[in-house]
């Protein structure tokens, strides 16, 4: 490459999880210290580490070529950037966060228009003032830099809007969501001047492919086992799979090697039923990518 793909990680609550998803794709990124400028086992690129509120407007102007940040912060901040990938991954599960209006539990507001002339705290001002204008409902939009279930608790706003995963820290606070505004996942965004650089360009393909690869091979687990031939359609028949299965004549036997990728959510069920229809020394195994 003639310059190197200046790459933005995230700061903050992503950063683990990102430098994980690199790994599992074939980058070790190394972080010293304080440092904003983290090390890659890869000469065609550097890194630096930004919050994730900031990111889409670095790569933007060009200070990044490339960056991953929530789409929430993108809409946030309405930037022009090109949209590369959409990466569902957090630090706490594998589905797409929830920017939700919430009340207290015991507040007589049930629905959006109920919040005219309310005032509402959230870290996404200007996506939130710009929601409530369509709707044509005028709110007091404050910006609350963390704690923002406190603000409402204590009377401070009549209502928030936060980012949840799950819903329990809202519940937990004692709030009650009445409407969800956006549901966010992780972006892979470029810089459109970067993007018209082929060497930069087809770098980021690279990595898009690789880091979704990461992300299904989570998912699914390979099992492999060994079946007698009297058993084996019976036990076929119970296997769901990303094709077909692979079936290998174990030599100079009647019996088979059959091996296959699924869902690991089902294979906890699957295991015992391929047991009961004759499979043995079933061997169960992770998959780092599937491409």
């Known amino acids: 490459m003639s310059d190197k793909l200046k790459l933005g990680i995230p700061k903050g609550s992503l950063q683990s999880a990102t430098i ?10 190394n972080i010293n210290g304080r440092s904003y400028f983290p090390e890659i086992n890869d000469d065609t690129i550097e890194c630096a580490i930004c919050r994730a509120q900031e990111m889409s407007r670095y790569v933007e ?4 070529d490339v960056g991953l940040t929530g789409k929430d912060w993108v809409a946030e901040n309405e930037s022009d950037v090109k949209l ?28 959006l228009e109920d919040l005219e002339n309310k005032k509402i705290a959230t870290e996404l001002v200007g996506y939130t003032r710009r929601y409530f204008k369509e709707k044509n409902i005028k709110v007091d939009v404050e910006f609350s830099w963390g704690a923002t279930e406190a603000k409402v608790v204590s009377g401070l706003a009549d209502a928030i809007v936060e980012v949840t995963e799950t819903g329990s820290t809202i ?20 810089n459109h001047n970067a993007w018209k650089n082929p060497e930069k360009r087809e770098k980021v393909e690279h990595i898009a492919l690789l880091l979704k690869g990461a992300l299904l091979g989570e998912k699914l687990v390979g099992l492999k086992m060994n079946v007698p031939e009297e058993k084996l359609d019976t036990v076929i028949s119970q296997l769901p799979s990303l094709n077909a299965p692979t079936i290998a004549h174990l030599y100079n036997t009647n019996w088979f090697s059959v091996e296959t990728v699924i869902s690991s959510s089902r294979v906890r069920c699957l295991i015992p039923d391929l047991l009961r229809c004759g499979a043995e020394g079933i061997i169960e195994y992770p998959l780092n990518k599937v491409v």
């Not at 959409?86 to 629905?111: E, G, M, N, Q, T």
Request: charged content about 25%.
């Open 171 to 190: 519940k937990a606070h004692g709030l009650r969501i009445i409407h969800e505004l956006m549901e966010t996942n992780t972006q892979l965004i470029m």
């Open 61 to 64: 102007n060009g200070t990044l």
């Open 20 to 29: 994980a998803l690199f790994k599992r794709s074939g980058w070790t990124i």
């Open 84 to 111: 590369i990938s959409d990466l569902v991954y957090s630090k706490v599960s594998s589905r797409p966060a929830r920017w939700i209006l919430a009340v207290p539990f015991d507040s007589k507001i049930k629905k």
